[in-house]
């Protein structure tokens, strides 16, 4: 099948090397069977050739409204802002230029402003099936480790700490590699079927790994945007909607029905299913939050709190982060970060589904929807890969053009345009 031969200029070209260039450090955080310093170097040297290449290109708001446009400014300045405070707190030790928590994570909401058209969309879709192999690959070669720690966890067998959660993170990673293809999994009716099943494959794994090990946020991650992908498939959301409550409540039957099962099957999973490991860290955090301040305008990029849980050992208490994303905002901006933050979200969330045309931006607004919802019990602000992403759906709900684009110029754009058929004005 063929298309017309569409136009793309430079700019479309440099989209794509820098988001070529961002894949390659997403990748390169998750990769753990290569020597460290070799992962580090690609890294730094990606960075640099991404700090480069940003200021090239034009960022430009072309949303349609006003008000919000006015917001997400405010948000970007009082990014900045919040980027410059705190330094007196920056120690080499725990922040450095290959970290994913450096200061540069500040300037990924300016990915709104690349503006997603044919080409772009072309590339984000060849990046996701990247993704989806590397997922498979990374998920096969680390069944061991995934398994190690399953069974250290049930036996409490170490100790150390800190190897116990980098088994954890590697467990957790196959969902945070697939996360971006997502968007083309909810919205799957644009997908080919050869495509579909590649993700299908990639979800089962990452699926595979975080209930083996237990990682609840995760779990619930990814059964939303499955949620998410069943509502998306017709144009009637209201019946997806009865139709996708009416599974849940038949899983969680079957599920409770055949609990002790279960319990042989998934122990870590069981044993974890009730337990809170939350509460502890927002009441810890809000206990030395305390003052007006700290609530209005947080304490800079480098900023910490005190939470006795980690205050053990070498370990001061002192934390640059926390479990909770939201919590993680309110530390380095407060409300006046916060408060804009999920505004744009979730105005985003309500162009996406109620004035587009075709399943490609509804699917933009599920994945920001569930990101928002992840971002209460889980940490989101990072560099890498499906956080760009969702900066990038931002700017695609709000996009006009886009929204108004048919299912089946978005079917052909995604599946059958090859790169020989695009030329440079």
């Not at 997502?182 to 799957?188: E, P, R, S, Y």
């Not at 509460?279 to 947080?298: E, R």
Request: a positive charge; glycine letters at 4%; one cysteine or more.
């Amino acid at each position: 099948m063929t298309t017309n031969i569409i136009p793309i200029n430079k700019f479309d070209i440099l989209f794509k090397k820098i988001m070529y260039t961002v894949l390659t450090i997403s990748i390169c955080k998750y990769i753990n069977f290569i020597p460290t310093f070799v992962d580090n170097l690609i890294i730094l040297l990606a960075t640099l050739y991404l700090i480069y290449l940003l200021p090239q290109f034009p960022f430009k708001l072309t949303w349609d409204k006003a008000p919000l446009r006015i917001v997400f400014v405010f948000f970007v300045i009082w990014n900045l802002v919040t980027m410059l405070r705190g330094f007196s707190n920056f120690t080499f030790n725990k922040f450095t230029l290959i970290n994913e928590q450096l200061f540069y994570i500040w300037i990924l909401p300016l990915f709104a402003c690349l503006k997603l058209n044919k080409y772009r969309i072309h590339i984000l879709f060849r990046i996701c099936i990247i993704l989806c192999y590397f997922s498979i690959l990374y998920t096969i070669i680390n069944i061991p480790n995934i398994l190690t720690y399953k069974n250290l966890y049930l036996i409490n067998e170490t100790d150390d700490t800190q190897f116990i959660q980098d088994l954890q993170s590697i467990a957790q990673n196959p969902t945070f590699i697939i996360l971006p293809i997502t968007i083309f999994f909810i919205a799957n009716r644009l997908i080919s079927k050869r495509y579909i099943n590649l993700m299908n494959i990639s979800l089962i794994l990452a699926f595979f790994s975080v209930v083996i090990c237990a990682r609840r946020t995760t779990i619930f991650y990814i059964i939303s945007l499955v949620c998410f992908s069943i509502i998306n498939k017709r144009r009637n959301l209201t019946k997806s909607v009865y139709a996708t409550t009416f599974i849940i409540i038949v899983v969680s039957t079957i599920i409770y029905i055949f609990s002790d099962s279960l319990l042989q099957f998934f122990p870590i999973l069981a044993e974890r299913a009730v337990e809170d490991s939350r509460s502890g860290v927002i009441n810890n955090f809000y206990a030395d939050f305390t003052s007006i301040q700290d609530w209005l305008i947080g304490r800079g990029s480098f900023g910490t709190y005190y939470d006795p849980i980690f205050d053990y050992g070498s370990n001061n208490g002192q934390r640059y982060l926390s479990e909770c994303g939201y919590l993680t905002i309110l530390l380095r901006g407060g409300l006046l970060l916060l408060i804009p933050y999920y505004l744009i979200g979730l105005s985003a969330i309500k162009y996406g589904i109620t004035k587009s045309n075709n399943f490609l931006v509804r699917a933009m607004a599920f994945y920001i929807l569930a990101f928002l919802l992840f971002t209460i019990v889980g940490v989101n602000w990072t560099f890498k890969l499906h956080y760009i992403i969702y900066w990038l759906c931002i700017g695609g709900c709000f996009n006009r053009d886009l929204r108004n684009m048919s299912n089946i110029s978005l079917y052909k754009i995604i599946n059958y345009v090859s790169f020989q058929n695009w030329r440079i004005d």
